[in-house]
């Protein structure tokens, strides 16, 4: 375990620094729960506002003409044009129905789109609902350079975070619920076959990235919840009932600061755990140059953290 590095926080003049992408010239990007999205310059600390979605932006990704491509939980696949903050939004409906629940993303070389769509029942609003019933309605969705758009996997339990292989041999996909990481193969003689990178994770994956350094990066949001784990297989009725009662009451994630590496073989490179209170609950992961930015759902703010 990698515990003896320090962490670094960069305030966001916002809450809710839910993920974190890195451009080639070192900005870094984030969006908050207000709808804005930032631009971190990480040598002075100092922050701009260079867009705003009119939603809830989750995913950043890097498009290759200087854009960033947002998964906005209210809006849908999201182009952003940081320099002008024109918002152009490329999908917001699915099988004819407004998407619920528009989560994380991977771009490939030609442009190709591969995103989540969490919930078919939930809003990120009711992220918790979703997540304690288990409705396993979650879909991994690619959409073609041309506009096509295809379903690629159902039935996810909570789908989240999206990755691509470094050679694009396959993309996965992040279960919450299911504490795993989906694997679907693209290329060679398994394409079109389902397996795992990596299952029985210490805890709920969040986002998912693939690093600089060809890594796939995972956050570990919260550690495993023994009661969460027992409604697994108890009855929808009481699943429900639980995500009734008021807030106080109801599970919450415990406060850690987790993010764990593995190769395209699925062994573990790095885990990253932090004994560190003034942050938590990392849901954005992004490797870029031996640092690792995280962000978190509830943080005004994202964190780096150097591997050396």
Excluded at 133 to 150: A, H, M, S
Excluded at 159 to 178: M, P, W
């Amino acid at each position: 375990t990698d515990s003896r590095q320090a962490l670094t926080v960069h305030p966001v003049p916002a809450m809710g620094a839910e993920d974190v992408v890195v451009a080639a010239d070192g900005t870094v990007f984030t969006g908050t729960e207000d709808g804005a999205l930032w631009a971190l310059d990480p040598a002075t600390g100092s922050t701009r506002r260079v867009a705003d979605t009119g939603g809830r932006p989750l995913g950043i990704e890097l498009l290759g003409d200087g854009h960033l491509l947002v998964c906005d939980a209210e809006r849908g696949l999201l182009d952003v044009d940081p320099a002008t903050g024109a918002v152009e939004v490329l999908l917001d409906r699915l099988d004819g129905r407004a998407m619920r629940f528009c989560n994380n993303a991977a771009v490939a070389n030609d442009g190709t789109i591969w995103f989540s769509d969490s919930s078919l029942h939930y809003g990120v609003q009711q992220w918790k609902d979703d997540f304690v019933q288990d409705t396993r309605t979650g879909r991994l969705v690619r959409r073609d350079p041309d506009g096509t758009v295809t379903v690629v996997l159902e039935g996810l339990a909570f789908a989240n975070g999206v990755a691509l292989a470094a050679d694009e041999s396959f993309v996965c996909v992040a279960e919450t619920r299911g504490r795993s990481v989906v694997r679907l193969w693209l290329t060679g003689a398994r394409a079109g076959e389902r397996d795992h990178l990596v299952t029985d994770l210490p805890g709920y994956p969040d986002n998912i990235s693939r690093g600089s350094d060809g890594l796939v990066w995972v956050t570990i949001a919260s550690p495993v919840d023994p009661l969460v784990e027992r409604l697994g297989s108890a009855p929808m009725v009481l699943r429900r009932a639980v995500t009734r009662i008021p807030e106080a009451l109801q599970p919450k994630p415990k406060r850690t600061i987790r993010v764990q590496a593995y190769d395209d073989d699925g062994r573990l490179v790095h885990d990253v755990d932090l004994a560190d209170p003034g942050y938590h609950m990392v849901t954005g992961v992004r490797e870029h140059d031996g640092r690792v930015w995280l962000g978190s759902l509830h943080e005004p703010s994202v964190a780096v953290v150097d591997l050396a």
